[in-house]
């Protein structure tokens, strides 16, 4: 088929699908405690079922093709190695534009020292012809500092973390690693002739890690993440997003609500409007 443009899209798991909370699907370990015996803990994986369809990139224009990289937890540290790869392939030429989900930093996620294919297999369940995913195997996030290990989660938040961790999760080294990775990208973008576009899933304007493209488009969407103005008002409304209640019992945090992504309509209602910003430029 011959299609209008070419894009490539960067994306964490926010464009990996769509998302249905399941209590039934977190995935305890049996945690050894003080007086000898073991008790179930959840991990914080499972929670939520990933259906690789229904992301919001399927509202985007059926004239174009889009090639996606998309890991979960990953961010613009990720994204660059992505354009890096094709750059010095000279296969950036194969696109017309590339399209930057951006979502909370730092996310200092790094893969093996070995070629980016090996890091990535090829989605084959996806329904959209138009869509060509890339999902990230175990190897393309070899240290991530965001992860759980680190006792960290998105933007920042952390769980009985040492002070050091804070310091340096927050530190101005990881701020000057985004913003070089984030120019690095601006600049290859540029110096290739490619257009770029970027959104932010969230408001980090107040965040000490805001992430801009000096040669690239901001699109004017609202945040699809978060509550009050300036956001699509879908947060924690079950027609538009995966959330629930866990038994404390296995809480790894005494935490029992869990908050995970997007429902296929809620990421219709996203892509929706993002389809509608993008084509004033494309």
Not at 80 to 87: A, L, M, P, Q, R
Not at 138 to 147: A, G, L, R, Y
Not at 157 to 171: K, L, P, S
Request: proline residues 4%.
């Amino acid at each position: 088929m011959n299609y209008r443009n070419h894009a490539l899209i960067l994306g964490c798991s926010f464009s990996n699908g769509s998302y249905t909370f399941d209590a039934d699907f977190i995935k305890p370990d049996l945690v050894l405690q003080p007086d000898g015996s073991t008790k179930p803990i959840d991990t914080g994986l499972g929670r939520e079922h990933l259906d690789v369809n229904g992301s919001w990139i399927e509202q985007l224009s059926t004239k174009d093709h889009y090639t996606l990289y998309t890991t979960g937890g990953v961010g613009v540290a990720q994204y660059s190695t992505v354009i890096e790869y094709y750059y010095e392939k000279n296969q950036l030429q194969d696109f017309d534009y590339v399209l930057i989900q951006n979502t909370w930093e730092p996310r200092l996620c790094w893969q093996e020292p070995r070629p980016l294919p090996e890091c990535y297999w090829i989605q084959e369940n996806l329904d959209a012809s138009n869509i060509t995913m890339y999902e990230g195997k175990d190897t393309s996030k070899h240290f991530n500092f965001m992860s759980s290990a680190g006792k960290s989660n998105l933007g920042g938040h952390f769980h009985n973390a040492e002070e050091w961790q804070v310091d340096m999760f927050q530190g101005e080294t990881n701020k000057a690693v985004i913003h070089s990775c984030a120019t690095y990208i601006d600049e290859i973008c540029r110096l290739c002739n490619k257009k770029l576009f970027y959104f932010h899933w969230a408001n980090t304007s107040k965040g000490p890690h805001v992430l801009e493209y000096e040669h690239g488009q901001k699109l004017d969407v609202p945040y699809p993440w978060g509550v009050g103005k300036g956001t699509f008002d879908l947060f924690m409304k079950p027609k538009y997003h995966a959330y629930g209640y866990i038994d404390p019992s296995v809480s790894r945090d005494g935490k029992d609500l869990f908050v995970g992504h997007f429902t296929k309509e809620g990421n219709r209602v996203v892509g929706k409007r993002i389809s509608k910003e993008l084509e004033k430029y494309i």
